[in-house]
């Protein structure tokens, strides 16, 4: 069974930073391609960054130059790095794997106050 377990959330003042963080159980990590997704009240969830097994990063043009997507090989963890935050950038954060079928964490809460 699949498992992946985001952390890190929280609130913030716009301009701060979160890092947050998701534990993938139940996959072969190293040759997982790796993706966070979120979805603020009242709008579609959204693709944010991806990291595939070898390393290649791609980010949606909002967060490009403020977010970071890295992973852990040795601990199955992915980790988001969010700096300069703002306002839009509040949401429920989601990591995503896709394994036979596509599996999703739970979310973890950032809110950002302007």
């Known amino acids: 069974q699949v498992q992946l377990v985001e952390s890190g959330g929280g609130l913030v003042p716009a301009g701060g930073s979160l890092r947050l963080s998701c534990t993938a159980s139940?996959?072969?990590?190293?040759?997982?391609?790796m993706n966070w997704y979120r979805q603020a009240p009242g709008k579609q969830r959204e693709f944010v960054a991806s990291i595939t097994s070898g390393g290649r990063l791609n980010y949606t043009d909002s967060v490009m130059g403020r977010f970071t997507v890295s992973r852990d090989w040795a601990r199955n963890r992915l980790y988001l790095q969010m700096n300069s935050l703002k306002s839009e950038d509040t949401a429920v954060y989601y990591c995503?794997?896709?394994?036979?079928?596509?599996?999703w964490g739970q979310g973890t809460q950032v809110t950002v106050s302007s």
């Open positions: 139940g996959i072969n990590f190293k040759i997982a391609n």
């Open positions: 995503n794997t896709f394994y036979r079928k596509e599996w």
